[in-house]
């Protein structure tokens, strides 16, 4: 699959006028038609709902998108609960997935009527302390240990995860909830992350639609949802062939059929927790090459760096990158794309070939809409970049500015020579 970027060389001449790179832009009619997409996969189950991981872009108006198709919030903190209260996403429209779970997190949670989806058997007591009760609906994460495998290859090794009940335990934390008041129940399980095939969803989903089937025959518990969580991922690299979400519903929808049906369990919701999918595909970091350097190896210096995306930093992930106005140029010149950070691993690209970068060129890093902008941090005081939509008549929007000085040192309130400071 070629990779194409959504924007053109024209546009971001335009756009750059208003915002200076780098910044993070983000497609608004590809979310819209991929947010769509996933309402219509999984339509099929009548109590669906889709849950987008606000950690994997915790800003208000791309969560305000995916709020028209129906999706509700995935919160694991403090912040990402405040967040979601703030647009009017409240109830059960929020599920509330943590783990090691400061008690005044838990609170809010609670008193926002959120699902509280518990990751250890511990947290019942936890839990009943902390806001006094148990509450009549709540979820449980399952973690079956061992290797997990899909297509006949091992995907993930579950049992060095720090999340989720092991089997026994589960099964002893649902006689406790229930025994403590709780009404209705919830299954939840995440397994591997980022997969690249349609057959992980419909595989967890048989694991999960199975145990669903024997906690209800050993302990008398019906599971009213089951939420398979996030894992399906996007296609990073050129040669992948991106998921298809319709094929993953209808492989979801057969082995529902296969399994819980004939269990009496046909009334099921089925929740999904994804933030890459929704979102990664239709972002990309634009930055500006600004040095070049030629000594043991061809370097381009861009403005941007590991603090705007530190993925390729601290996983080695691979970016596709594009040189804007150059796309159908000979890719003949290898280069390592690289940051400002006092950090050797600051590199976007290591030995990539690309066409012929000059000062001055856009270069667009693609697929940054999930875990880009949201894991960006302030090392060697470099400061966060803009966020810019781009509408779906072609025009941007600014959805956050840029840090400034000002506000990188503003926790500094009590140094009044740092409060006060003119530059």
């Known amino acids: 699959m070629k990779k194409e970027p959504f924007v053109t060389k024209e546009q971001l ?32 189950n009548k109590g669906y709902r889709e849950y987008f991981a606000v950690k994997a872009n915790p800003n208000p108006f791309i969560i305000q998108i995916l709020k028209e198709y129906g999706c509700g919030c995935d919160c694991s903190s403090l912040t990402e609960l405040m967040l979601s209260d703030a647009l009017g996403i409240r109830g059960e429209d929020i599920m509330f997935s943590s ?65 989720g009940f092991t089997k026994e335990q589960l099964f002893e934390g649902y006689r406790i909830l229930k025994q403590k008041g709780a009404k209705r129940f919830g299954l939840h399980s995440f397994l591997v992350s980022n997969t690249v095939t349609n057959d992980y969803y419909p595989v967890l989903a048989k694991t999960l639609f199975e145990l669903a089937v024997e906690i209800k025959e050993k302990l008398g518990i019906t599971i009213s949802f089951i939420n398979l969580s996030g894992g399906v991922g996007v296609a990073y ?23 819980l049906v004939p269990a009496g369990l046909g009334d099921t919701a089925i929740y999904t927790e994804m933030g890459r999918f929704m979102t990664g595909p239709y972002g990309c970091l634009v930055t500006t090459a600004v040095h070049e350097k030629h000594t043991y190896k061809e370097y381009i ?86 966020e810019v939509l781009l509408k779906e008549d072609g025009t941007p929007k600014l959805i956050r500015r840029a840090q400034t000085p000002k506000d ?15 530059y």
Not at 378 to 383: D, E, F, K, S, T
């Open 237 to 259: 690299k050129p040669e992948e062939t991106p998921n298809d979400i319709r094929l993953i519903g209808e492989g979801v929808h057969k082995v529902f059929d296969e399994v």
């Open 99 to 163: 783990n090691e779970t400061p008690p005044e997190e838990f609170r809010l949670a609670d008193r926002l009527g959120a699902v509280i989806n518990l990751d250890d058997i511990t947290h019942i007591d936890f839990l009943e302390k902390t806001i006094g009760k148990i509450p009549e609906t709540i979820s449980c994460r399952y973690n079956p240990g061992g290797v997990y495998e899909v297509s006949n290859g091992i995907m993930d090794n579950p049992q060095d995860s720090k999340y």
């Open 13 to 44: 001449q335009e756009i750059v006028k208003q915002f200076p790179t780098p910044f993070h832009l983000y497609d608004e009619k590809g979310i819209r038609e991929n947010a769509q997409a996933v309402k219509e996969a999984f339509s099929w």
């Open 408 to 422: 990188y040192f503003a926790t500094f309130d009590c140094f009044t020579i740092l409060k006060d400071m003119k």
């Open 301 to 386: 210096g861009v403005d941007a760096c590991a603090a705007n995306l530190m993925r390729p930093a601290m996983y080695g992930a691979y970016h596709h990158i594009s040189v804007m106005g150059k796309e159908q140029a000979p890719c003949d010149h290898k280069y390592d794309i690289v940051g400002s950070l006092c950090e050797n691993n600051d590199k976007f690209a290591i030995d990539r070939m690309l066409p012929k970068i000059e000062i001055g060129d856009f270069l667009v890093i693609h697929d940054t809409g999930a875990h880009g902008f949201a894991m960006g941090y302030n090392y060697n005081g470099r400061l966060w970049s803009a």
